[in-house]
């Protein structure tokens, strides 16, 4: 039974395990510094489809397929599947799963859904609610930018704050399998208002909830950095991470060398245009999936954290002279199961 | 520990106990047949805000806070809170609960999302993941309106599938009272999409998820209607229902004089205009928290079942030519806890 240390901080204590993963990129991130370790990248951002958003339901799609057939498993042997995406009403997801009949929670936690969707997943296994749970999310670059922002066709132009929404997909199959990578501990975070109203600066809404689970994490676990290979935050980008950094030295918590942002790890900021960073809820999912946990499956590295941040923005309300409050969900992932620790 | 019977649905051993609950409505629902049963009432649409969308936020915090209240829970003592909303990026729910520093876990599961967060709630209660969770969804018919079909301004004709999104919200404490109501069961959904592609007939796109998951709760438990005093349906409305009705009969499921539709409750047909009914979050919520949870709680009925269905349709993939896929979440809630049974 998992124990819980309060602030949304639960220890898993059957060591729930990772049994597939897979990550689908588009064109961008063909391009990436990470382009090698995905399972699959489409030069053709339609992916085949009519339309953006249902490219963006056939990226999911392809992923769970890939992460399904990765770990020998049939539609059928999954008891639930959580998933979320950016797009209105969640229809990457919805579309994009309906026709594998498996029992469906829809999630939404913007970008932190890899994060939220994982830490679900875990639990239900963790407490026998599923004996097989799916973990899923994705975004697309220009479904977002015309629902959030503007229509491509119009050009505008992105100041350097904004990040570069990742065409990706990334997919987990959480199990009883017993073999690494395991989830030891899941965090719940809490929503967080820093005030910020432009939409175009993300990495400033979202740094404080990183800060404050990250945070919360440690207090309430009484482990240290150092015991961790690598700390990844989701999506905060070059502005973002260095808000995160400063936050987290005011609580005596020092990432230097450990912290990594999955938005400065999936583009090269040098040779291609996006600005801060990357960004999307296929951002940290897709790095997950196509970076983390091979490593810590390998061994690599022994324990990692996955903090996924989001920021819980609507154009509707930033239109409204509304702030645009964010949330981090974490997840610890290790390459031990942990029992011979209790 | 849950017992898991396939096909989503899970037994709850723990009982997980609902220790308080509330309903806040507006001014349509103050008229309507439920209306001494609200706890809020507002003749003001704005429930005075701004704008619609911060009315609607400003219901899902009155009606947490009226629920915290009624069952003498200060929001630290709650350890996670399950919420979503139909406004896009479930902006409802994100600001309305933002000021509470309680972990938050978003859901998408459209109008099916009080049944899903009530699910998700007892579970993390009967895992021992959280001590005490809250449950909480929303619903306004302006803000609704304007986002899915016009705005009110255009005054639109409305066919007579349509139905009335409620302007209401419902919140659920989930926690380990040992006092009824008592969570006995909760079945997570799949996704079922008939083929409708009329935005203004959610009825007819919602039944078939509704009479699977009813189905599917049946065949597994192996229980019969007859052991229950009522069956709620979420939003059916007229057209929906008399679906649903068929859809079972064709499974040997005959649930006549038990069988109540949330929006056939909420307003009165006869002399309110809302066509087909009461719809959205808000309305399944309401009518949860006025109507049936008093009357399982003093235990003029035993056992009900409560299953609420949600369209997961967005306008722009309507736009697109693709259909409305549909789901439901039901969960079972009885007087008592199951324990002399077991």
């Given at each position: 039974m998992a124990k819980r240390l309060g602030g949304g901080v639960l220890l898993l204590q059957?060591?729930?395990?990772?049994?597939g993963f897979a990550a689908v990129g588009g064109r961008m991130e063909g391009k990436?510094?990470?382009?090698?370790?995905?399972?699959e990248l489409n030069e053709d951002t339609t992916f085949g489809e009519k339309s953006w958003e249902k490219a963006e339901s056939r990226m999911q799609k392809n992923a769970v397929s890939r992460a399904l057939a990765k770990s020998n498993?049939?539609?059928?042997?999954?008891d639930i599947i959580f998933a979320g995406d950016l797009l209105n009403q969640c229809t990457g997801s919805t579309y994009g799963l309906r026709e594998l009949e498996i029992p469906f929670a829809g999630l939404y936690g913007a970008c932190s859904t890899m994060a939220e969707s994982l830490c679900m997943a875990s639990l239900f296994v963790e407490a026998g609610f599923a004996n097989r749970a799916v973990a899923v999310t994705s975004s697309h670059f220009c479904s977002a930018e015309r629902q959030f922002?503007?229509?491509?066709?119009?050009g505008g132009q992105r100041p350097l704050t904004a990040q570069w929404t990742a065409t990706a997909s990334g997919a987990v199959i959480v199990g009883?399998?017993?073999?690494?990578?395991?989830?030891?501990a899941a965090a719940i975070g809490k929503i967080s208002d820093p005030?910020?109203?432009?939409?175009?600066?993300m990495g400033a809404a979202m740094a404080p909830a990183a800060a404050m689970t990250i945070t919360e994490y440690f207090s309430r676990t009484g482990?240290?950095?150092?015991?961790?290979?690598r700390i990844f935050t989701g999506d905060l980008g070059a502005v973002g991470t260095e808000i995160l950094l400063k936050l987290l030295k005011q609580n005596s918590l020092d990432l230097t060398g450990i912290h990594q942002d999955c938005g400065l790890l999936l583009f090269d900021r040098q040779t291609q245009d996006v600005h801060a960073g990357g960004s999307g809820c296929g951002c940290s999912a897709s790095v997950l999936c196509a970076h983390i946990l091979p490593r810590v499956r390998s061994g690599e590295w022994q324990n990692v954290l996955f903090a996924a941040t989001g920021a819980l923005m609507s154009p509707t309300l930033v239109q409204q002279g509304e702030s645009i409050p964010g949330i981090c969900h974490l997840v610890h992932l290790s390459h031990q199961n942990g029992k011979e620790a209790c």
């Open positions: 059957n060591a729930p395990s990772i049994e990436g510094p990470l382009a090698a370790e995905f399972d498993t049939a539609p059928g042997e999954v922002r503007f229509p491509l066709e119009y009883n399998s017993g073999k690494p990578p395991f989830v030891r005030g910020i109203t432009d939409a175009a600066n482990k240290s950095p150092a015991e961790f290979d």
